[in-house]
């Protein structure tokens, strides 16, 4: 398995969860943990997700996903799992 934390921030609009959803159904990436809060009208949610089955190269995936967040007016980032720990560590 390969994990990958997906972080989406911006403000709130309908339709964010529903759109990032739909775009990792369709690459095939499954869904292994997701939390979402909205804080006096801004967005934010996290997502572990399982990145395995991906055909395109990480990167090119994560590019995708920052022009969809561009495209809803969120910021959306992605980052392998191992690289999201390091960067965190206190």
Do not use: P, W
């Amino acid at each position: 398995m390969n994990r990958s934390i997906i972080t989406v921030v911006g403000k709130d609009t309908v339709g964010i969860i529903a759109r990032v959803c739909t775009y990792l159904a369709g690459k095939d990436i499954n869904i292994l943990d997701i939390t979402q809060t909205i804080v006096q009208g801004y967005f934010n949610m996290m997502m572990i997700v399982d990145t395995g089955n991906i055909a395109d190269d990480f990167h090119e995936f994560t590019a995708d996903l920052e022009k969809l967040g561009q495209s809803i007016g969120v910021q959306i980032k992605c980052q392998r799992e191992e690289i999201f720990e390091k960067m965190h560590r206190i």
